[in-house]
């Protein structure tokens, strides 16, 4: 994962910031959608062959083969990341990623992750009864996910995740 | 005029009346020599029977000769540049000295009032200010200046606003419009020089426009006391309640300026270079081919880049609905990405 890493750090260095629907007033970088986009930096051209052969987490899980949609996010002061069901892998850039899934539809995932780091007990006391699924990131740290309403929840302004979608 | 005045769209059209100047008749009135562009040369065309030309050939048309070009400073009166004829006998123009303003250049830049943008906002500033040694009089149209512009049928943020231009202008003068999502190449002091010939516009010819082509007024020379009788800010400010887009609307009055049978050849518009608005890195009044592609200029030849495919753009617009796409034209996305560096660079 490290030339993932680095090359999509290199590149978010340069400070050009979009928008996703993903992450709603984040900021985001899109690298790559398959057969449609490949970031335009010549850096990311050189080695998005290399990234892809990164991406490929088959010896984790066969399922997570093939990316289709990597996308950089930066969390803002009122930017979140949409819960929806995904097939992906998230990988923490800086700590603290709170990295949350839950069989339930989606959207009884939002206002609960803040609680389960908020309220250490939390998941001993409503685990049962709520079946959410969290963990908290590290740096470098890199989670798949599948079939599960998703998001990642940062508190803090500007720490970055990467998203990658699997086909 | 007053807003009453506009009520009927096509009041400004038969209120111009241009009078043909000195220059006008001219240019206008000579049907045996004239200009046109082959390629990206001017070109003057001389239709004159050959043994009436075959002795002035001989006697004054040489190497440095002295001839009205499209590069002339703004004046009505006799302004030579030197030309360089080639092996073929094709008079191409060299840009004349600029124009000395102290007030520097006027030019109105259309932007929107997103951080996203501000990067390309920097690259174009940055590579103006690069390309020349002229003072640079810049001003960015945000829609944040104008509040309550009704922006309905815009296709960008600030498609509508370079109608304000005129009016900022105080209605005197030259003056550059060009969006933002532009990267200078050549001194634009050489654009700002082009004699409009008594003209309202300078614009570059779009072959793809509407499937017929048009004029394109992104990247535009505008003369604003004859600009004024094509639009006024208090008919735009509101125009878009009832109507899509008043881009459309000031082309139409354009195109009835058109020669019949020669769209390309009209009383309100020069026709300018199409290097400087190049959609792309392609040629802009080109032809296109059979899978109705343009041809392109290598970088190196472009004077005003115009990154005018929404998709393409390698930064992404969080307005834009646009889906995104890699841009065609790998060289000009790796200069674009040279030119975030540089201008990254210059900042403290």
Redesign the interface.
Known sequence: MNLTISTIKSIAS??????DWTAPFC?SI?FY?EN???????EW?INSEKILQELDLSHKNPQFKTPFKITLIRFTQNGFHQVMTRKAAYVSIGDNIALGAIKRPADFLYGELDKVFATPSWTADFWNKKQIWSEKMKEGDAHLVGNLGVSCVYPQENNMFIEVVYK | MSKKDCKEGTHYIEEWNHEPTEWDMDYEESPLLEFSYLQNKKVLNDHRPHEERAGERAEERKMGEQVEDLYQAPTKKSNFELLVADQDGIWEVRPKTPTVLKTGIPIFIGASDQK?DR?QEKILTYTLQKNTKEKLNITFLRPSMFPGVSSMGWGTPFTGLRYVIPKLMNFKGKAIYMDMDMINLRDISDFYNINLYGKPFGMVWDSKCSGTGSFCDSMMLMDCSEAKHFFNWEEVYSYNLDNAGFKWKFLDRIKKYEEPGHPLRNQAVIRIDSRWNSFDGTITDGVANKENQLPMYELGRIFHLHLTALSYQ?????YLMA?????MR?DI??Y??QL??EV?SLEI
């Open positions: 340069r400070n050009v910031w979009s928008s900021d899109l959608k449609f986009y490949n970031h335009s930096h010549p051209r | 996203c990067i390698p930064w992404h617009s969080s889906a995104k796409a890699t841009h790998s996305s790796d674009w990405w975030v560096d990254n």
